[in-house]
Structure formats: C-alpha cells, structure tokens
C-alpha cells in the first residue's frame, strides 16, 4: 500500500461489522508506505504489513501520519523498521494491539516526528537495533502495556536528542541497556517501569541529558537492575 503523490490522498482501512475485517499486505520493499502529506488510518480490525519496512510515514506538510485505533496489527521489517515516523510525520496508537518487529533496524522509529502510544498493547522487538527508537522525535506512552527488546548490544528504549516519556501503564525493557538517552531525556511519570540491561537499565550518556524518576499511584514502581 503506498501513497507517494503531493495531493493528500489519504488511505483508510476499516474493520466492517463487528471489526472482523482482516487486511493482509506483504512486499519485496514498503509493505505501508506513506509519504508528502497523505495520511493512513487503520481503525479496527485486524492489520499485517510484511516488507522491508512494515509501515512508513514521512513528511508531515498537511499529513504523513499514520494512525491505529482500534486495530490489531502486527507490522514486520525485515531490513528495516517495523513501524517508522520521520520528517514530521506522527504514529499514533490508540487502543490497540501492535505487534513490530526488525531484523535490522528498530521495532518502532521516531525521527524528527512522534510516536504516542495510549491505552494499547504494544510489543516492539529488534534483533540487531533498539526496541523504541527516537532521533529528534519524541515517543510518549500514556498508559497500557509496553514491552521494548533491543538486541543484546542495542537498547530497549532509546533516545538520541528526544525525548521518552512514560506516564503510565506497564512498561518493559531490555537489552544492552533498557533504557537509554544521549543529548536527550526519559521522564518517568507513572506506571509500573522494568528497566533490564546487560550493562545498564537506565542510563544517561551526557551531564546535560535528564533523567526524572517519579510516580503517581500508589502502585508505581521503577526497577532498573543498574544505573
């Protein structure tokens, strides 16, 4: 599926009655591609994307966003990102199951765009990158279940001038080190945080970058097994 053209066309994929509908897309390159303003809205239903890459957005003049609400997918790279937001194009997920997954790059990439994660089920897995990777973008996660694993020499969540904030949910990490900022930050607002590494859970790779640990609930905790 692929939206290249200037003029905002835009691709919405719906789950019929009882959203039982089910959309199967694979691909020698972009399994989702969207790109100069056009938008991707999957809201219910059940979604797989298989490619190189499994859903692109970029470029967010008057769109580049992709939005799941509703839905399950599960989004594979298989040389690339599984779910990718760059040049200002946005990812949002809302009440949803998400599935992403990369051989080579991150399970989930932000650059110069962002990525809210919000009251869903979402696992992102790398063997050879980060989990949840930001460069110049932002990820928030509100609330829900959020499982990030980078590889054994990658990180789990990981943000290189942006910025990783957690409000809520459940949220767990690991790799060379769960979580990880350069030049960036990772608030911790809330939630139920594990934060595992081979090396570090948590850590911050500059005396400018900032980490801030705090709670809401009584039933918050954060666990880092090294920082």
């Not at 890459?53 to 799941?68: C, D, E, R, S």
């Not at 696992?123 to 928030?140: D, K, L």
């Amino acid at each position: 599926l692929q939206s290249t053209s200037g003029n905002n066309y835009s691709l919405f994929v719906y789950g019929q009655t009882g959203q039982s509908g089910e959309l199967n897309v694979t691909s020698d390159r972009f399994a989702c591609y969207i790109i100069y303003g056009g938008d991707i809205t999957i809201a219910g239903g059940k979604v797989t994307t298989s490619g190189t890459m499994g859903i692109h957005a970029q470029y967010n003049n008057n769109g580049g966003n992709v939005t799941i609400k509703n839905a399950t997918v599960t989004a594979t790279g298989t040389s690339y990102f599984g779910i990718l937001s760059e040049y200002g194009g946005n990812i949002t997920i809302d009440n949803s199951n998400v599935t992403a997954t990369s051989t080579g790059s991150s399970g989930i990439y932000a650059g110069n765009g962002n990525i809210t994660i919000d009251n869903s089920n979402v696992t992102a897995t790398s063997t050879g990158s980060s989990g949840i990777y930001a460069e110049n973008g932002n990820i928030t996660i509100a609330s829900g279940t959020v499982t990030a694993s980078g590889s054994s020499t990658q990180f789990g969540i990981y943000t290189v001038y942006g910025s990783v904030t957690i409000n809520g949910g459940q949220v767990t990490t690991t790799g060379s080190i769960g979580i990880y900022t350069v030049y960036g930050s990772v608030t911790i607002n809330g939630g139920q945080v594990m934060a595992t590494g081979n090396i570090y859970g948590i850590y911050a790779q500059n005396s400018s970058d900032n980490i801030t640990l705090g709670w809401t609930n009584p039933t918050d905790y954060i666990y880092a097994n090294k920082y």
